[in-house]
T-cell receptor, first 114, second 114 residues
Framework: AQSVTQLDSQVPVFEEAPVELRCNYSSSVSVYLFWYVQYPNQGLQLLLKYLSGSTLVKGINGFEAEFNKSQTSFHLRKPSVHISDTAEYFCAVSDGGSQGNLIFGKGTKLSVKP | NAGVTQTPKFQVLKTGQSMTLQCAQDMNHEYMSWYRQDPGMGLRLIHYSVGAGITDQGEVPNGYNVSRSTTEDFPLRLLSAAPSQTSVYFC?????????????FGPGTRLTVT
């Protein structure tokens, strides 16, 4: 069975600093990988996804993620965060391609301080 | 388009009561699913449907029933609520050809069972 591990439950960072949110997955087959963001009291919004091709994936709001097959990682990065990036971020993997189901990590709360 | 809508936003139930969480989408999406979100647990799939008349179980289906009589609606029923079902419930939908690659999430229903 596939699983997703988000290595940090909380990440505090100052405004304009860079940030990396870490995600590792376990899978013996090709995977589709996702990052979602959840702002307070809202539903989830897709930030970016990796399906195939270039291992560096760019998403919305200046975020990007790098797929590393050898390390089974899909870390999310942003070079300079804003207060408005304060949210919870979820890494997810599909367990069956586009027609599978999403397996979510436990989430990382990003707190951006002035 | 209203997207994915969920009602109610908040609900308090007593143990043993029954209720239905409503989910509707106006995007003509074939695929719909229900997740629950618990602190420190991420999102876990309860039930999903790939089209009207077709439903299947996810990771945590016990205590929940679903049916899909129309493309637009996918209600989630709690037959006898238990405190362990206190959670935030999210509904999601996507077109059949994209599956989990382009899921749209509703705003959630916060349920408390006392």
């Amino acid at each position: 069975a596939q699983s997703v591990t988000q290595l940090d439950s909380q990440v505090p960072v100052f405004e304009e600093a860079p940030v990396e949110l870490r995600c590792n997955y376990s899978s013996s087959v090709s995977v589709y990988l996702f990052w979602y963001v959840q702002y307070p009291n809202q539903g989830l919004q897709l930030l970016l996804k990796y399906l195939s091709g270039s291992t560096l994936v760019k998403g919305i709001n200046g975020f990007e993620a790098e797929f590393n097959k050898s390390q089974t990682s899909f870390h999310l990065r942003k070079p300079s965060v804003h207060i408005s990036d304060t949210a919870e971020y979820f890494c997810a993997v599909s367990d069956g391609g586009s027609q599978g189901n999403l397996i979510f990590g436990k989430g990382t709360k990003l707190s951006v301080k002035p | 388009n209203a997207g994915v809508t969920q009602t109610p936003k908040f609900q308090v139930l007593k143990t043993g009561q029954s209720m239905t969480l409503q989910c509707a989408q106006d995007m003509n999406h074939e695929y719909m699913s229900w997740y629950r979100q618990d602190p420190g647990m991420g999102l876990r799939l309860i039930h999903y449907s790939v089209g009207a008349g077709i439903t299947d179980q996810g990771e945590v289906p016990n205590g929940y029933n679903v049916s899909r009589s129309t493309t637009e609606d996918f209600p989630l029923r709690l037959l006898s609520a238990a405190p362990s079902q206190t959670s935030v419930y999210f509904c999601a939908s996507s077109p059949a050809w994209t599956g989990v690659l382009e899921q749209y999430f509703g705003p959630g229903t916060r349920l408390t069972v006392t």
